[in-house]
T-cell receptor, first 117, second 109 residues
């Protein structure tokens, strides 16, 4: 149980294009999902918290107009990197928290590796 | 003071030894405590959780929690080279979960 998928796992794009990453909770409902970014050999950095049916909450320093988050259902959140630039190249990881049990862990997706040329 | 602190390591132990990973947290109201393992190039995976003071064992892993000291640890017995990874401590005070920066563990054959 508690499986989270992400798609795509790898994406290479040209500078200036937009990239959409999907995060799905496969066997549970998730009112809240989280988006992280991780650069090589660095810690996870929380970018934003996504709540189903409402606007995402962004961490300080994360541009909400650049990283668009949509959480339209209890099993799907999307992150769109708009007008991507080489400095956006990173490992993007989502996680989902099952609805209901407040003590419950977060479960991570396998991550999406983005390379912007 | 960081909310969740871990020694970044690297922590190096020989194969078969006990690896001890430590974590301290600042918020006394924290309710749930988790250990995640992250292999290089992969996303974190949950390996242990503990809610109450004391020890919790699962196979070769033991999580220890001391709320009075605001301290949580993970012991890995009979360490294997496949245990080499970064271990993230996570502390939850609902609804927020805070992660430590992780301790890199290397188990040498």
């Amino acid at each position: 149980g508690a499986v989270v998928s992400q798609h795509p796992s790898w994406v290479i794009c040209k500078s200036g294009t937009s990239v959409k990453i999907e995060c799905r909770s496969l066997d549970f409902q998730a009112t809240t999902m989280f988006w992280y970014r991780q650069f090589p050999k660095q810690s996870l950095m929380l970018m934003a918290t996504s709540n189903e049916g409402s606007k995402a909450t962004y961490e300080q320093g994360v541009e909400k107009d650049k990283f668009l988050i949509n959480h339209a259902s209890l099993t799907l959140s999307t992150l769109t990197v708009t007008s991507a630039h080489p400095e956006d190249s990173s490992f993007y990881i989502c996680s989902a928290r099952p609805s209901g049990n407040i003590r419950e862990a977060q479960y991570f997706g396998p991550g999406t590796r983005l390379l912007v040329l | 003071q960081k909310e969740v602190e871990q020694n970044s390591g690297p922590l190096s132990v020989p194969e078969g030894a006990i690896a001890s990973l430590n974590c301290t947290y600042s918020d006394r109201g924290s309710q749930s405590f988790f250990w995640y393992r992250q292999y290089s190039g992969k996303s974190p995976e949950l390996i242990m959780f503990i809610y109450s003071n004391g020890d919790k064992e699962d196979g070769r892993f033991t999580a220890q929690l001391n709320k009075a000291s605001q301290y949580v640890s993970l012991l890995i017995r009979d360490s294997q080279p496949s245990d080499s990874a970064t271990y993230l401590c996570a502390v939850k005070k609902a609804p927020d979960m805070r992660f430590g920066a992780g301790t890199r563990l290397t188990v040498k054959p």
